[in-house]
């Protein structure tokens, strides 16, 4: 490999880019990695843009226009029409964990609490980590003060693990002073503990 000259100090984004350039040119190992890991995340994004096809049509047939479900995700216009056909294919289920994963976020709206006992559902009998992701990031984002009582119940749900965590912030945020108590009460856990006192403290500081 040729040797490169490297700058002292801090580089600039265009010294960086141009560094890489020659690394490039001067190692064709390294220029076949890169290439082979390129290919790799193309091949990702390609099997992933085919898995969600079908939802991205339905999507198209009640005149929501995307290329992705997450470019729903990163919306910040409402999207009514979209959330009864994400409902039905977060339920259907089958797609890749990141397509899973995707819907779920997706239908993290407020109107989606209509969805409320199918969310809990999904949740509760998530087929693939990305679902179960999704579906707590779902109810977490919709559940008011209706939904309280399931959101401390669902801390008990051992089996769903880490997604837990999600619930503490609408607890704290929807229950009041009992929602304030169960959250104090949460500290010392060894699973809730570090978001429970995180939340309490930026409370603290309103």
Known sequence: MNSLRLPRGPITADEA???KEEMLRSDPEYRSQVEAAEAERNERARIL??????????LAGVGVEVDSVWDLVNSSEPYPDALPVLMGHLERGGYPDRVMESI????AVKP???F???LK????????PGE??????????????????DLVAFLSAEERGQSRIY????????????????????????????????LLKRRRRK
């Open 167 to 198: 619930f503490i912030r609408p607890i704290l945020k929807v229950g009041g002073d009992h929602g304030l108590a169960v959250v104090e009460a949460l500290q010392g856990d060894p699973v809730f503990g570090k978001e429970a006192t995180a």
């Open 17 to 19: 880019v141009r560094l």
């Open 104 to 107: 779920g976020r997706a239908l």
């Open 116 to 118: 409320w006992d199918r």
């Open 121 to 128: 559902s999904r949740w509760l009998n998530a087929r693939g």
């Open 132 to 149: 179960e992701d999704g579906a707590a990031v779902a109810l977490a984002a919709c559940a008011t003060r209706g939904q309280f009582d």
């Open 49 to 58: 843009h085919d898995a969600e096809r079908a939802i991205v049509e339905d």
């Open 112 to 114: 989606s609490v209509v």
